[in-house]
């Protein structure tokens, strides 16, 4: 039973660990009595034409980085999680991301408000795909915690607000973006980058700091009249002039200064810097694509 287990840590990740996700490890052990993670490349949370297919699979690599730090791994095939009705002639094929547009299995929507949000909306179908699979992986292993990393900010705001909504018996904790000695936030997905786009890459991150910079010193340059509240194109300008430095940077999505609970977009001032904030007054986040790769990341601002 739950209770005999005591307290039950759970990573959900698709493979292709890297540091982050050893930290979301780390976490988990120190926190519970067992830790679980998961394997599963999920095909519900990748549109048709996105990297399904190439999306990196590292399996022996993996296991090692989980060792000494879990209990059990579960690694399902895609088939014990969504269990189509095939016809025969589909049988000796293979799943693609657009197999489950109508495939007769009952899902998990989010509202349509949260549709909107930018990252949501950039990605079509994504966080549908996120909050079945995660239901899915919560009812079979039943966790007293989740653990996910601040980077996937939406995704931590979706997936608290499914536990609280589908009255799931769980928190799910946020720990924080682990990124790479240059700033840039550490993805699975970062090994799409060349070396030259690797160079590049830390611009991302170098935009969203220096939006949190002039926000700490309320628009001054530094940190020299922190009361003032900025209002959000200030911090939009600066981030997009950071962006619009490097050549490499081929498209910005989106760029965000939202409410850092709900990623609901600020109309007007951001709350302005005070030292003795408990929570992140908002948080900027950020959509490019850099030599063709797509790059997120965002800054809690808080301190």
Request: net charge negative; glycine share 6%.
């Amino acid at each position: 039973s739950r209770s005999s287990r005591g307290s039950v840590g759970l990573v959900p990740t698709m493979g292709a660990l890297h540091a982050g996700h050893r930290s979301l490890l780390e976490r988990a052990r120190k926190d519970c009595d067992v830790v679980a993670s998961t394997i599963f490349v999920n095909p519900t949370q990748f549109a048709p034409g996105e990297d399904l297919d190439r999306y990196p699979r590292t399996w022996d690599r993996d296991l090692e980085t989980m060792d000494g730090l879990v209990d059990a791994v579960f690694a399902p095939a895609v088939d014990e999680l969504y269990q189509r009705r095939r016809r025969a002639e589909d049988e000796d094929e293979g799943f693609s991301s657009s197999d489950f547009s109508s495939s007769g299995f009952f899902s998990v929507t989010p509202p349509a408000t949260f549709a909107r949000l930018p990252e949501a909306a950039a990605r079509p179908g994504h966080f549908s795909g996120v909050a079945t699979v995660c239901a899915k992986l919560f009812h079979i292993v039943t966790p007293t915690a989740a653990y996910f990393g601040q980077k996937d900010a939406l995704q931590c705001v979706a997936l608290r607000r499914l536990v609280a909504d589908l009255n799931f018996d769980l928190d799910i904790r946020v720990c924080p973006t682990a990124r790479d000695h240059d700033g840039l936030a550490l993805s699975s997905r970062n090994a799409y980058l060349d070396e030259r786009a690797r160079r590049a890459a830390p611009v991302v991150f170098r935009s969203l700091r220096a939006a949190r910079d002039l926000w700490k010193s309320g628009g001054g340059g530094a940190v020299t009249n922190p009361a003032v509240a900025l209002g959000r194109d200030a911090l939009v300008g600066v981030i997009r002039e950071v962006l619009a430095s490097e050549p490499l940077v081929d498209a910005v999505e989106y760029i965000s200064v939202a409410d850092y609970d709900t990623m609901v977009e600020l109309s007007e001032a951001v709350p302005p810097y005070d030292p003795h904030r408990t929570s992140p007054a908002a948080i900027l986040s950020v959509a490019v694509r850099l030599a063709g790769v797509r790059l997120i990341d965002n800054l809690p601002l808080l301190f």
